[in-house]
């Protein structure tokens, strides 16, 4: 099997002139991850005269210094580069995933291109650090796999229409959980359908390293000097958090920024650590990767739905016996907020959530 792997490249213009950047950013993100340029070089196995020189180019392209020497400290982002470094990571926060769902068709089209490519995964799934997990992890056992992310919603309903084998969704455990599932009822309740469970896991508020706006809970939201960061209509976390902020008795109009909406957890979490919004709601993962403070508020299960008669196929026994595998879960549990113990687990609808009440569909 193909492993592919798609990444956006910087091209800034001015006038007629164009200067590709990617070797600056890079430059730019290991300075500001290691504290130091000769830091930076040892990442990147340059010298530190080349270094600089990389360095003018960048002041060259922009018409000003990214990094400035300061005695005792070395070479310093600028502001300028400072803001270079936090928006190339809200690119690759938010586009990542775009771009890993396109490698995974692109490496599916390669696969039936040279060779008679069988037991292909088609999975449609609610964006997550475990399904992230899985890209590689199939790659390794050779299992096909046509990955999009979508949101529950868009997963389920893609399931119901045939054009996905496993649709991956998250409902909170609680009170919550009964409000969270009518919102896929029709789809939940088909007769043959069967649910996996892959991860435990955490979501709460994502602040700022040591907390200096003090938030405790959602009802410091609606404060005048907080902005916040919300996940896109339509996605489960919107929804949970919508049940959060109304049992709260909060008017999510009341919070600067609720409209403001991205596409992945790492997205929101990017969106704070540079500075844009003081708070975002998300799961625990991402806001360990980007150096945040994180508030629990909810625990929820992501599982992946499918029909028994898919759960029947070759596919899924080899999908089933990753999945079950020891190091398998060890990854997962690795990733902060995530448990994985229970993954690979097969469960009937009312044996997930045996007080659903399985009125007919509407």
């Known amino acids: 099997m193909f492993k592919l792997s798609i990444k956006p490249q910087w091209q800034l213009a001015r006038g007629d002139e164009r200067h590709l950047l990617p070797r600056v950013v890079e430059l730019l993100i290991g300075i500001h991850e290691t504290g130091t340029l000769a830091g930076a070089c040892a990442r990147m196995k340059l010298s530190y005269r080349y270094a600089w020189g990389i360095l003018q180019e960048g002041h060259q392209a922009f018409g000003v210094p990214l990094v400035e020497s300061r005695r005792g400290r070395g070479a310093v982002l600028t502001p ?22 396109l ?26 650090f475990a399904v992230e997990l899985l890209r590689d992890w199939f790659a390794r056992q050779q299992i096909p796999l046509d990955l ?14 045939g054009a996905c084998d496993v649709a991956g969704f998250h409902i909170p455990l609680g009170e919550f959980q009964g409000q969270a599932l009518e919102h896929y ?10 649910l996996i469970w892959l991860a435990t896991r955490r979501q709460g508020l994502m602040v700022a390293r040591g907390n200096p706006k003090h938030i405790q809970g959602l009802a410091d939201l609606v404060r005048s000097d907080v902005r916040f960061v919300n996940r896109q209509l339509g996605s489960g976390t919107r929804v949970l958090l919508d049940l959060l902020l109304r049992q709260q008795k909060l008017d999510p109009h009341r919070i600067d920024g609720y409209d403001t909406g991205e596409y992945t957890h790492a997205a929101v979490a990017a969106f704070v650590a540079s500075g844009m919004a003081d708070a975002g709601f998300g799961v625990e993962t991402p806001a360990q990767r980007f150096g945040l403070d994180f508030i629990p508020l909810a625990t929820e299960r992501y ?9 029947e196929t070759a596919t899924m026994t080899r999908v089933l016996a990753s999945l079950r595998s020891a190091e398998f879960k060890a990854a997962i549990n690795a990733l902060a907020g995530y448990d994985g113990m229970q ?20």
């Open 103 to 128: 490698a995974s068709e692109l490496e599916v089209e390669l696969e039936r291109a040279l060779s008679d490519a069988q037991g292909i995964l088609r999975m449609q799934a609610s964006h997550g």
């Open 80 to 101: 300028l580069g400072e803001k270079l470094v936090w928006a190339d990571k809200r690119i690759a926060a938010r586009l990542s995933p775009i771009f890993d769902s």
């Open 148 to 161: 999009k992310y979508r949101s529950s919603y868009e997963a389920l309903s893609a399931l119901d229409a």
């Open 303 to 311: 599982f992946f739905a499918c029909s028994s008669e898919f759960l």
């Open 343 to 362: 993954s690979g687990t097969v469960m009937t609808i009312a044996e997930a959530f045996p007080d659903f009440d399985k009125k007919p569909a509407r």
């Open 185 to 194: 009822r029709d789809w939940l309740l088909a007769p043959t359908r069967q």
